[in-house]
């Protein structure tokens, strides 16, 4: 059995696709991964996988290389000849999917990680943008045989907006978190704060910037981190807070782990996610999150158990509850043992996987 996996960039494939493809690579299948980059072309063909560049942008509208997507999808999926087609993310779900439809492929599944900035933003454009989107999402999943969702509100309100079917859908906790190499390390720090994301408005960059701030004033050896390349916030716009030394810009890492390691509680204040990532790979190594009671955040952070739940958008919150971790250092290693219960519980990614490959292969 031969599977193509249609992703966007290949730092997707060699990172959070890495133990599902063992997983497929382990019941015998041929696998062959199409993205938009070939950053990571060598590390994904040391494991073994057939890989495939169409040169895109996920976050490209440009029509013309929209339009021709779908064709080049179809070349590489004819070239392939894949039993099995399997898309992640928008643009993969939608023209993936028609190519391989297009192309004959019988057995096609797609996951949705999060509806992203197309269902957060309410403006004029963005409504114009989501509206053409569901049209698009609705004639694609109606080719898909399942469709992945990694928390339940984001299958709600795809089914509300008709454009999957009930039957479709299959609720995963995320992609799930390599459970060995994101191991459990106790708090040995127990004033430093770290948040991991892109620098973008609906991460809550801002939002955490000023919680440091507002901390600093009551506990100025507090340590604020922050790990994260520029999107639509650039370092100028955070540059205020570095001068005044409320945050450390620390740039951007290959590996998380030793941050985690180095602080006490993780910040996520994201306005919306598919499933917090970063939470749980947090939880994993035995840190707290403290992070946004919104869809995609709220899965990975029982209030109260292994971290708390805060109004999105509300840095005193985020600042009350950093005050609180402070304040309460053995309360907050506890809050890291409980994400780390949950975490294998709830993320681990050999499990998850088992789950998804059953549906792939009809076990």
């Known amino acids: 059995m031969k599977i193509l996996l249609i992703c966007t960039t290949s730092g997707s494939v060699a990172n959070f696709r890495k133990s599902l493809i063992e997983k497929l690579q382990s019941e015998n299948y041929e696998v062959g991964a199409v993205t938009f980059d070939d950053e990571n072309r060598e590390i994904i063909e040391q494991r073994g996988v057939k890989f495939f560049c169409v040169n895109d942008s996920n976050r490209s509208t440009n029509p013309f290389k929209v339009l021709s997507l779908k064709k080049k999808y179809v070349k590489i999926i004819k070239e392939f000849q894949p039993d099995v087609v399997f898309t992640f993310m928008l643009k993969p779900n939608i023209f993936g999917v028609r190519a391989a439809k297009k192309a004959g492929v019988k057995k096609i599944y797609s996951m949705v990680e999060g509806a992203g900035d197309v269902f957060i933003n309410n403006g004029l454009k963005w409504k114009l943008i989501r509206f053409a989107v569901c049209k698009m999402y609705k004639k694609s999943f109606k080719r898909s045989e399942k469709v992945f969702y990694i928390n339940s509100d984001d299958k709600a309100e795809f089914i509300s907006r008709g454009l999957v079917k009930e039957a479709q859908c299959v609720v995963i906790p995320g992609i799930g978190v390599d459970l060995e190499r994101f191991s459990y390390r106790p708090v040995k720090n127990y004033?430093?704060?770290?948040?991991?994301?892109?620098?973008?408005?609906?991460?809550?960059?801002?939002?955490?910037?000023?919680?440091?701030?507002?901390?600093?004033?009551?506990?100025?050896?507090?340590?604020?981190?922050?790990?994260?390349?520029?999107?639509?916030?650039?370092?100028?716009?955070?540059?205020?807070?570095?001068?005044?030394?409320?945050?450390?810009?620390?740039?951007?890492?290959?590996?998380?782990?030793?941050?985690?390691?180095?602080?006490?509680?993780?910040?996520?204040?994201?306005?919306?996610?598919?499933?917090?990532?970063?939470?749980?790979?947090?939880?994993?190594?035995?840190?707290?999150?403290?992070?946004?009671?919104?869809?995609?955040?709220?899965?990975?952070?029982e209030d109260g158990y292994n971290g708390f739940l805060v109004e999105r958008g509300n840095f005193e919150q985020i600042a009350e509850k950093m005050i609180w971790c402070i304040e309460h250092p053995n309360e907050v290693g506890q809050l890291g043992i409980n994400g780390r219960n949950l975490a294998e519980k709830k993320f681990d990614q050999k499990k998850i996987n088992g789950i998804v490959f059953a549906q792939i292969s009809g076990v």
């Open 191 to 301: 004033r430093t704060f770290l948040m991991i994301a892109r620098m973008l408005k609906t991460k809550g960059v801002m939002e955490y910037c000023q919680a440091a701030r507002a901390v600093k004033k009551k506990y100025p050896d507090a340590v604020f981190n922050y790990l994260g390349g520029e999107g639509n916030i650039t370092v100028a716009d955070i540059q205020e807070y570095i001068d005044d030394g409320s945050i450390n810009y620390l740039g951007t890492t290959n590996d998380v782990r030793p941050y985690f390691e180095e602080c006490t509680v993780n910040v996520l204040p994201s306005y919306r996610e598919g499933l917090g990532m970063v939470n749980a790979e947090a939880a994993a190594c035995g840190r707290a999150s403290i992070t946004c009671n919104v869809v995609g955040t709220k899965d990975t952070v």
